[in-house]
């Protein structure tokens, strides 16, 4: 160990810390705003980066297919809802949603897939995709069970995570992907080279906290989410309709995954399953944060992403031992610090 290599491994550990913070941030949004702790935030990861880079090679990915059929499926789940109170307003609103919208997107991916299409539009195709199933899946396995217990929605999210996850193995098969750079261009800094790629992802990390921050603290819809995060019940009451905040957090989730899993494959091969590990590094840094605090989170992303660069180096073999170790002694410390509460009683 030398300077050299110090700086070089902070500079591997605040790049992935920079993408752990942001799935980490979206964790901690959809906790607070459904109670749901996402499990599958890992395969928006993937599904955004491998359609990407399907994207990329000009085929069309097998998410783009999954996006109809699950709007499909949502809309038959609004008409049995509603089926007592149907009106000609609430199905051309669902149709419009659930069934023209994928299906026009689609076909926009038919239209415009092909080898020599700029890598902007190929990052707008996979978004949008990904943004989709993101809103699907909440429609379909947490919107019908939205008042249930933390327990239940625990367990719903484990199942839609194992599913998404064999959807990806058929979609993108088991061989990994890579996807073009966003930018060739790099930066020399004394003895370290920072890549248009890696200075993308600190840039987007920023700004997306940022705008975080701006649409939390200024605009309508965002203190509308922050009221429903504080008490569900009271956001009710005074009139907003918690559904939709819902639907809004697993939208900015899945949008916020997507990208993390572009900024990350052009920097290293991605499997159908690698997302679901690099979602766990998410959580763990959102568990420091206490699945509350924004800036916690993003902090202890940074501290992740920096001890797991400094094991790979030391001790690689128990590199991820050593990252999912963090989290025992916060467990440990926000258990000693909590109230205790006493047992229900049948």
Same mark, same amino acid.
């Given at each position: 160990?030398?300077?050299?290599?110090?700086?070089? $491994?902070?500079?591997?550990?605040?790049?992935?810390?920079?993408?752990?913070?942001?799935?980490? *941030?979206?964790?901690?949004?959809?906790?607070?705003?459904?109670?749901?702790? *996402?499990?599958?935030?890992?395969?928006?990861?993937?599904?955004?980066?491998?359609?990407?880079?399907?994207?990329?090679?000009?085929?069309?990915?097998?998410?783009? *297919?999954?996006?109809?059929?699950?709007?499909?499926?949502?809309?038959?789940?609004?008409?049995?809802?509603?089926?007592?109170?149907?009106?000609?307003?609430?199905?051309?609103?669902?149709?419009?949603?659930?069934?023209?919208?994928?299906?026009? $997107?689609?076909?926009?991916?038919?239209?415009?897939?092909?080898?020599?299409?700029?890598?902007?539009?190929?990052?707008?195709?996979?978004?949008?995709? @990904?943004?989709?199933?993101?809103?699907?899946?909440?429609?379909?396995?947490?919107?019908?069970?939205?008042?249930?217990? @933390?327990?239940?929605?625990?367990?719903? %999210? @484990?199942?839609?995570?194992?599913?998404?996850?064999?959807?990806?193995?058929?979609?993108?098969?088991?061989?990994?992907?890579?996807?073009?750079?966003? %930018?060739?261009?790099?930066?020399?800094?004394?003895?370290?080279?920072?890549?248009?790629?890696?200075?993308?992802?600190?840039?987007?990390?920023?700004?997306?906290?940022?705008?975080?921050?701006?649409?939390?603290?200024?605009?309508?819809?965002?203190?509308?989410?922050?009221?429903?995060?504080?008490?569900?019940?009271?956001?009710?009451?005074?009139?907003?309709?918690?559904?939709?905040?819902?639907?809004?957090?697993?939208?900015?989730?899945?949008?916020?995954?997507?990208?993390?899993?572009?900024?990350?494959?052009?920097?290293?091969?991605?499997?159908?399953?690698?997302?679901?590990?690099?979602?766990?590094?998410?959580?763990?840094?959102?568990?420091?944060?206490?699945?509350?605090?924004?800036? *916690?989170?993003?902090?202890?992303?940074?501290?992740?992403?920096?001890?797991?660069?400094?094991?790979?180096?030391?001790?690689?073999?128990?590199?991820?031992?050593?990252?999912?170790?963090?989290?025992?002694?916060?467990?440990?410390?926000?258990?000693?610090?909590?109230?205790?509460?006493?047992?229900?009683?049948?």
């Amino acid at each position: 160990m030398n300077t050299t290599i110090m700086l070089f $491994l902070l500079q591997d550990g605040i790049t992935n810390g920079a993408i752990y913070a942001l799935l980490g *941030l979206a964790l901690v949004l959809v906790f607070a705003v459904t109670r749901v702790i *996402l499990i599958p935030q890992g395969e928006f990861v993937t599904y955004g980066a491998l359609s990407y880079a399907m994207l990329a090679t000009g085929q069309v990915p097998g998410t783009a *297919l999954l996006a109809v059929a699950m709007g499909l499926v949502a809309f038959a789940l609004d008409l049995f809802f509603a089926r007592k109170a149907l009106h000609a307003r609430l199905v051309m609103r669902s149709v419009a949603l659930n069934i023209v919208f994928p299906t026009a $997107l689609l076909g926009l991916v038919y239209a415009l897939v092909g080898p020599h299409t700029p890598v902007a539009v190929n990052i707008a195709l996979a978004l949008l995709i @990904v943004a989709a199933i993101g809103l699907f899946l909440y429609r379909i396995a947490f919107q019908p069970i939205a008042h249930t217990s @933390v327990l239940v929605l625990l367990i719903a %999210s @484990v199942g839609c995570h194992l599913a998404l996850q064999g959807l990806g193995l058929v979609f993108f098969g088991a061989e990994g992907l890579r996807g073009p750079a966003l %930018s060739g261009a790099a930066v020399t800094a004394g003895p370290l080279r920072f890549t248009g790629q890696s200075l993308a992802v600190y840039g987007l990390t920023v700004g997306f906290i940022v705008a975080l921050w701006l649409f939390f603290g200024y605009t309508r819809t965002g203190k509308a989410l922050r009221a429903t995060a504080v008490n569900r019940l009271g956001a009710r009451l005074v009139g907003i309709r918690t559904t939709l905040s819902g639907q809004i957090a697993f939208l900015l989730a899945s949008v916020i995954g997507a990208i993390s899993g572009i900024l990350i494959v052009p920097i290293t091969t991605l499997y159908y399953d690698t997302g679901f590990l690099i979602g766990l590094k998410g959580f763990i840094a959102a568990i420091i944060g206490g699945l509350v605090s924004y800036p *916690l989170t993003a902090v202890a992303a940074i501290v992740v992403g920096v001890v797991e660069a400094f094991s790979s180096f030391y001790a690689s073999n128990f590199k991820e031992v050593i990252v999912f170790t963090l989290i025992l002694p916060v467990l440990v410390l926000r258990s000693l610090a909590a109230p205790q509460v006493e047992e229900e009683k049948d």
